[in-house]
């Protein structure tokens, strides 16, 4: 069985009206978000996937107004999609419960989940909570915190890698994508000449 699917990573949508442009790599992201999102819409249709996998980032500030207009986006793309969490879309405490039923996840509003699509498993994970450098797994973003140096990195939970472990222990079999938005472990791998 032939399957066709999209993946896309770091859309950053930001709900039109509200994105002020920065200096930073894409300048005007979120001033054209909406024209950018229109032209993701044309490509994707276009290439008539039977799924679609988001990597993250899928809002460029962790608001509810985002989300919502980027859920509206990817509705337009007429096919299903599965999402993980960025970074950018954890900076607000208890957003994964705010966007929960926005996005059909279940109680819990867990954004670490298996789906088999196309005869391939895909273990979407969620490694987008602030670890602390004592070890403390926050779900949003404390700024005086982050400010202070007191975060390592971000990555997933310890309840998700025993979860992992779970899942990739049940099939050894059926070919495994594991999809997230940040490796596992993240290192800093950005030249500083990059950086405004």
């Not at 950018?36 to 608001?63: E, R, W």
């Not at 599965?82 to 966007?99: A, C, K, Q």
């Not at 007191?150 to 079999?173: F, M, N, S």
């Amino acid at each position: 069985m032939d399957t066709r699917f999209v993946v896309m990573t770091d859309t950053h949508f930001t709900a039109p009206g509200t994105g002020k442009d920065e200096c930073y790599w894409n300048r005007v992201l979120r001033s054209r978000s909406s024209e950018i999102a229109d032209s993701l819409v044309s490509t994707v249709k276009s290439l008539s996937p039977d799924f679609i996998i988001h990597c993250g980032d899928f809002t460029d500030a962790s608001d509810m107004a985002s989300f919502r207009f980027g859920k509206k986006v990817m509705d337009r793309m007429g096919a299903p999609y599965f999402m993980v969490l960025g970074y950018h879309d954890t900076w607000t405490e208890g957003i994964r419960e705010s966007i929960a039923p926005l996005f059909e996840h279940g109680p819990g509003a867990r954004f670490y989940y298996t789906r088999r699509l196309g005869g391939i498993r895909f273990l979407f994970l969620d490694c987008a909570y602030w670890i602390r450098k004592d070890g403390v797994e926050s779900e949003g973003l404390d700024w005086d915190l982050y400010e202070k140096g007191i975060y390592a990195d971000i990555g997933p939970t310890h309840d998700q890698l025993v979860w992992l472990k779970r899942e990739l222990d049940l099939d050894q079999k059926t070919p495994t994508v594991i999809v997230t938005h940040a490796p596992m472990h993240t290192k800093p791998t950005f030249s500083i000449g990059t950086l405004p």
